[in-house]
């Protein structure tokens, strides 16, 4: 008898794991501002993640940040099945109903921009939100991922292999 394997390999993301492109460097936003590299060097870690910069309503928070060569990228997770507001906005991004990404910042350095806007090398970013606008276009959800999908994912492939198993 023939033997077929089948073998899997996947990283299952924590329920709400989120990673986002918190701002695109190069390009100006929808008011003329565009931001530097280098302008996110002082981020604190861990942030809040906010949907639409509701400060009352906190919906995860942000662990991970990094600037690379195209952008400002921050990695997270929605707190999925501990605060209600956090699952909704779970349903939602998943359903590509949001897919913004907007940053809440002060203390912007930099020159005036002509016609409009900043060339901003510093700032103090407060909170990274989740928002269906954003305010640079760029600026998106990259990947959302949840263990329920991949927990399906598992399931399919091992009635799919016992079913190659049984032949």
């Not at 760029?138 to 032949?167: F, P, W």
Request: charged residues 25%; glycine residues 12%; hydrophobic residues 45%.
């Amino acid at each position: 008898m023939d033997r077929l394997q089948i073998e899997t390999k996947f990283v299952a993301g924590d329920a709400g794991a989120i990673e986002a492109l918190a701002w695109p460097f190069a390009t100006a936003d929808r008011v003329g501002d565009m931001i530097q590299k280098g302008a996110f060097a002082g981020v604190q870690l861990p942030m809040p993640m906010l949907f639409g910069h509701d400060q009352g309503e906190p919906i995860g928070v942000w662990d991970h940040a990094e600037e690379r060569a195209d952008g400002f990228y921050v990695k997270g997770r929605l707190l999925v099945g501990a605060v209600k507001r956090a699952d909704e906005v779970h349903a939602l991004i998943k359903a590509g109903a949001v897919r913004g990404i907007s940053i809440g910042f002060t203390g912007a350095t930099g020159q005036r921009r002509q016609p409009r806007g900043r060339n901003i090398t510093d700032l103090k970013l407060m909170e990274v939100s989740l928002v269906t606008i954003p305010c640079h276009p760029g600026a998106r959800v990259t990947s959302a991922k949840d263990a329920v999908g991949a927990l399906r994912l598992t399931a399919a492939l091992q009635r799919a292999t016992a079913q190659l198993s049984a032949r």
